[in-house]
């Protein structure tokens, strides 16, 4: 069965560093998305993402954060000057075809300790 | 603004018995409700979703739920739990967008 994947599974970085989160969603799915629990607290949508284009970010998707598809099959997630409250699980997910009641499609996200 | 609220935030049961993980919404818009499973070390999973119609959504593995909007309710429901239901299990919304809102999951453990 096709599955989203995430890379890396953990990742440790200091204050300030940039890290990059990568995903590789379903092959034939068309939107994606990035959310993010951290720990103790609820999983939290940053954004969602079309045709090269976001669809709809949170509040909390700042100018810190950036999304990118380079090729054909990586979606991925840039914090630009990490913070410690950045630290948390981000999961990536896509769908088929977006829209509500469409069924997103988690990867077993990417645990980030920014220390 | 919407919200999702799972009050139990672990529920230990015996294998066999019956169980319900509560979840109780607020939204100002009509929505779309979804129950969601993540076994240790996977993503999580879509385990059953209410769009319209009937009220009572079923899965595959024997876990329902009812859709109750006076009460603003969509709790979870299996009659008999084995040891692999063990995982955690989260309520989540859509409202006016594709985007999901969740609460903040139960663990379900499941003793022999």
């Known amino acids: 069965e096709p599955e989203v994947t995430q890379t890396p599974s953990h990742q440790v970085t200091q204050m300030g560093q940039e890290v990059i989160l990568r995903c590789v969603p379903i092959?034939?799915?068309?939107?994606f998305y990035w959310y993010r629990q951290i720990l103790g607290q609820k999983v939290e949508f940053l954004v969602s993402f079309y045709n090269n284009e976001i669809s709809e970010k949170s509040e909390i998707f700042d100018d810190q954060f950036s999304v990118e598809r380079p090729d054909g099959s990586n979606f991925t997630l840039k914090i630009r000057s990490t913070k410690l409250e950045d630290s948390a699980m981000y999961f990536c997910?896509?769908?088929?075809?977006?829209?509500?009641?469409?069924?997103?499609?988690f990867g077993p996200g990417t645990r980030l300790l920014v220390l | 603004a919407q919200s999702v609220t799972q009050l139990d935030s672990q529920v230990p049961v015996f294998e066999e018995a019956p169980v319900e993980l509560r979840c109780n919404y607020s939204?100002?818009?009509?929505?779309?409700l979804f129950w969601y499973v993540q076994y240790p070390n996977q993503g999580l999973q879509l385990l059953l979703k209410?769009?319209?119609?009937?009220?009572l959504v079923e899965s595959i593995n024997g876990f329902e739920a009812e859709f109750n909007k006076s009460q603003t309710s969509f709790h979870l429901r299996k009659p008999s739990v084995h040891i692999s239901d063990t995982a955690e299990y989260f309520c989540?919304?859509?409202?006016?967008?594709?985007?999901?809102?969740f609460g903040k999951g139960t663990k379900l453990t499941v003793n022999p």
């Open positions: 997910a896509s769908s088929s075809s977006g829209g509500r009641g469409e069924t997103q499609y």
């Open positions: 939204s100002s818009v009509s929505v779309y």
């Open positions: 092959s034939n799915h068309l939107y």
């Open positions: 989540a919304l859509q409202g006016g967008s594709e985007k999901l809102v």
């Open positions: 209410y769009l319209s119609g009937s009220t």
